[in-house]
Structures are given as C-alpha cells and as structure tokens.
C-alpha cells in the first residue's frame, strides 16, 4: 500500500512506495566495496606536500606547523569574489555575474580518512571549521546564502577521493530556499510557533523513524523522505543558522554525524552520499521561524522523468523501516 | 567568466559556468554506444507475444490485429486507482493513500526501436497516444495533475530496453508545480501576457539559442538551462495543456521532438535521457497565463550537494553553446 506524505515544512509530497522496488535489504547487498585508499597518494592536491596546487589555505587548523584541516579557495570554482555583483538584463532576461566565494575544506592530511572513520575530535575540526567559514563569510556584504555540502562518491558529485567538503556563498537566495521560507513565515503566523520546532517534536511523540535521540540533537529518517535512508539531524535548540551553533553542540554534531555515517556505511555498504548544511539567509540568523539542518542523501536511487516533472518523488523504502535499519546496526566504538 | 541567469518564468536561477569543465565536444566523445539491441527479446514483457505478462491494454493502435503501440496499467504501479482518495493526518503529519493512474506507453512491438530510429508517423503515434489517454484521464474528477514522460536509460531511471515511456496522474498538484503557477500569474496580472509566450519571444528575437523555428513549434536550448544540453520545445500558438494540441501540431511535435533526440543521439553519442510534458493542471486547459511545453535533458551531468541544497543549478556548458553544437549536427534525413 502506498501513501502519498507531504512535508510539514515546506508542503512538498511524496510518495512512499515501499514493496515496489526493493526491500531495504537487497539495498545493503548492492554496493561493492571500494578499494581501500593509501594514506598518501602522489599529486593528490589535497595531500601534504602538495600544498602548492592549490590557493594559499585562509583557515587551517592548527594555525601553525604540520595542518590536520586547511580550508582553500576552490581552484576550479564556478564563482570569484572578484569583480561587483551587478544585475543585468538581456533582452528581458535577468543575470548577474557569477560573483560568489567557493572553498574547500581539506578535511584531513591523509587520503584514506572520511567521515566515518575519522576521530569524533576529527569531525568536530571539520565542523568548527565549517562554522568559522560560514561566521567569517557572513561578514561579506555581497554575499546572502552560506551552503555547506560534502559530496562523497562520483553518484554523488565528485570523483576526488580525498577527504573534503565544500562551501559556497551566493549574493543570490533562489526560490528553492525562499518558498521553504514563506510557508516558514505562515506558520509561524498561524501558530506562533517555528514550524521545524514543531515538526521535530512531531517527530519525537511519533518516535518510530528516530534513529538517534541526544540532549541537544536528534536525528531521524523524515516522514517525508524522498529517497531511501534519507536522514536528518536537528538542533534542539532553536536557532536559524549554524552560525549560532555552540562550541558543546558541535561536538555533540559531531558524533551524531559520524553515528549516522557510520551505520549507513556498515549497513550500505560505503553508498555515495551528499551532505548539506542549510542554515537561513544572511540577517536572519535570529529569526523566529527558521531552523538550521543538516539532510544526508545516500545515492542510491535515480530520479527520473516523474521526479523531475512533477517534484514528487516516489520513495520506495518507508522511512520507518530505513530508520529501523539505520537504528539496529550493529558499530562497536 | 561565470554569470548567474534567471528563469524568466520560475524565477529561478542557475549558474553558467563554461570552461570550468568540459568544452562540449568533450561531451561528445564521452559516450560508449550502446550495444545494438535485438528486435525482439525473449520473455521482455512489451515484446509482442508476452502480452500475458501486462495488465490488458488500456488503448492500442490500430484499435484490432497486430499493435504497433499499446498502452496498459503499470503492473509495478506506485499509485492504484483502486481506493477513493481519502486525506488523513497522523498526528500533525498529512498524508492521502496512493491514488492514481500509472500507464505505460508500450511505443513500438519492436524491441530496438527508439524516437530517434522512428519513422515520424511512428512517433506522431506515440504523441497522439499521449494526447488521447491524458484527455480520458483528465475526465477522472479525482485526478488533477497529468505527467507524461520517457526515461531512456538506467542514468534517466530505467532498466527496461524496451521502447516505452510514462504517464502518472495524481489526485495532488504538488508546490513545485504551483510555485510556477502563482509566479505566471503575478506575470499575466502585471503585464497582461503569458509568461511563457513573453518568453518564447524573447528567445526567438535572441536567436543565439534556437535549435529549430517551425510555423507550429520552437525549440531551443533556453537562457537558464539547468544542465548542457538541455532542450525545450514549445508551442508558438497559446494553449495551457498537451490536451488541446491538434492533430496538425502533434504531426508538427513529431518531426521537432524526433530530429531533437537524434540531433542529442548524434551529437552526444546516445546518452541516456529523460523528456517530459508538462501541463496545466486539470481544469486549468483554458487559462490565460499557463503554456504546455517538452522538456528534454540529457543525462550528462550529476547533481551535487550545491544543487541538492541551494536548487541553483552549475550548467558548464552556455546553452548558446549546446544550442550551436546540435544545430551543426548534420542529419541525412
């Protein structure tokens, strides 16, 4: 049987279709394993030693000596930070040159690491550096939207195997981002409450797509997921923006973080996946009516041509069953 | 140079960002061709023969003997009309139960047909099949919302070899169809026009990106295109649905969408693609401010954690430049 879900958020439908396409096992059996990666590979241009291959690092960590996290320019960014934003129009067509600040956060010196078999102290480098970025990036007048991904895996977007994340900041914040907002807005209009506030505790009373519950975060498969094993952590605490994010919830983010990968990785078996941070725009990290998340997407199924005409996507494993997946994985630290 | 652009009609927004990846005949060299297929398969249940293994068919043609196309139920449907649609709220959660319709357009008895080895009548076959379910569908008071649609390919969401493409129709009109909509009519109350007929005329007097101008269609590669090489196809005359299309402009489509696919076949080297029909939703055929179109995209690049995430789109090829390639693809029919 299936349903249509729509998300409380943003109003988006789904359809959750589960018996359809796979059971959620058969996803644990499909990915082969990757080749172990040495620690250390030649011309990497992001292992030591190579360091000239890219811009001169604007964040490290520690700020001297031999680097455990350097954050560089993008060498081949789709944005520069060079010349004005200035719109124009073409006709009756509007754009804007492609100004904007692309980094790469170099999450570690050795090649072999990733998020999951990282240190919990090493993940909370990776975040503090996000946070750092992100503080510092807000400062630029130009610039209104901070998105912070990872992309792990050619599924997912990248075919460099060291261990990095990205940042990207735009002086634009596109309908994709604002829509989310309006809907935020008359919610917070109707009920005086923060509608992801609202939808986390929904989550929390209905309990059976938890997959972590801790003091300051909780991380679930959403009712609304639009793929199998779709995961989402939020803070607790009210706040839009990572920004504001304490120095105790990013360690705490950190081994939830590192949990989540972790059983998706034993239980997938190592699947491609995106990573975002969503944090509000520029100005609006006191507003009462967002809320900053993280989603993590393993790649592990294909939109096609109904995805993308309608936007609904069909997900064909419930939500309930891949937290219960996620939450019954056996890890031993 | 990279600039942002603005979809005149959605409002959103991509970046053109040329020479940070590939030039676009590297595109062109990047596909391995397929392995011919045979023209009939044992046991491929769209294959004359194993008409047993699909539900009866819904619509065929010719009406009796032989088909050379026939439509029936999806047996592996995500959607059933067997249940009245029914909305229902788990705690604060709304979901409906999995009304809808879901056919498949079985386009050819032969197992290695494809839009681009079709004759025109071949294809203005499918496109009157098209027309002819949507309109019976659009019948059903509780379907709102008719998708058509062609996955070519396991990157565009199938396994099946077999010629054949989609109709899903759902009881829901999602935000990612309305948000448009509410953007056309801001634009029709502002200016007294069809977004989209502004929009078709700006392209035709810019030029640089049509592919092909016919009395009936045009179809180009537009402004704000997502992804290289992504191509739309619209009608010149106004008309808000694929249901009102005459049997003059399906004819017309045929010969646009087929020399499209094979200019894309050619050029690219037989990628996987998705196309799909967008129209108004049901009840809205006659309105002032909606246009039905095709939209048409190869299957060459990845969406990452930067689209996933802010929705703006890194097109690394300028669709002036998609537009030039598959203008110069020489075609010998």
Redesign the interface.
């Known amino acids: 049987?299936?349903?249509?879900?729509?998300n409380?958020a943003?109003?988006?439908?789904v359809?959750v279709?589960p018996g359809?396409g796979k059971r959620p096992t058969d996803f644990a059996k499909e990915f082969i394993k990757r080749e172990p990666l040495p620690p250390h590979k030649e011309n990497c241009p992001f292992c030591p030693g190579f360091e000239g291959q890219t811009p001169p690092a604007v964040y490290q960590i520690p700020q001297t000596g031999q680097w455990q996290l350097r954050v560089v320019p993008n060498r081949?960014?789709?944005?520069?930070p060079d010349k004005p934003v200035i719109r124009n129009f073409?006709?009756?067509?509007?754009?804007?040159?492609?100004y904007g600040i692309a980094e790469v956060i170099i999450e570690s010196p050795l090649h072999n690491k990733t998020i999951s078999n990282m240190s919990v102290d090493e993940v909370t480098n990776v975040l503090f550096a996000y946070r750092e970025r992100q503080r510092e990036i807000s400062g630029n007048r130009n610039i209104n939207?901070v998105?912070?991904?990872?992309?792990h895996g050619?599924?997912?977007?990248?075919s460099l195997e060291h261990p990095h994340s990205?940042l990207?900041a735009?002086?634009?914040v596109?309908?994709?981002?604002r829509?989310p907002i309006e809907q935020a807005v008359l919610h917070y209009d109707k009920y005086g409450s923060c509608v992801y506030c609202?939808?986390v505790s929904?989550e929390l009373?209905?309990q059976e797509r938890i997959i972590i519950d801790s003091p300051r975060f909780v991380a679930f498969c959403p009712?609304?997921a639009r793929s199998p094993f779709e995961t989402r952590i939020y803070p607790k605490r009210h706040t839009a923006s990572f920004v504001s994010a304490s120095e105790s919830e990013i360690a705490d983010l950190a081994c939830i973080l590192r949990e989540i990968i972790l059983r998706i990785r034993i239980y997938l078996g190592d699947p491609d996946y995106?990573?975002?941070?969503?944090s509000s725009p520029i100005g609006d990290e006191d507003t009462r009516y967002l809320h900053w998340y993280m989603?993590i997407?393993p790649k592990i199924s294909?939109?096609?041509?109904?995805?993308?005409?309608?936007?609904?996507y069909?997900n064909t494993v419930a939500p309930e069953e891949s937290a219960k997946c996620l939450r019954e994985v056996k890890i031993s630290d």
Chains 1, 2 share one sequence.
Do not use: V
């Open positions: 049987m299936s349903e249509f879900r729509q409380r943003t109003k988006e439908w359809i279709a359809r081949f960014a789709a944005l520069s073409t006709g009756t067509f509007l754009s804007a040159n492609g939207l998105t912070i991904f990872r992309n050619p599924k997912a977007g990248t990205q990207i735009t002086p634009i596109p309908p994709h981002i829509y609202d939808y929904e009373s209905q009712y609304a995106n990573y975002i941070i969503r989603i997407i294909t939109p096609a041509g109904f995805e993308i005409g309608s936007g609904i069909i």
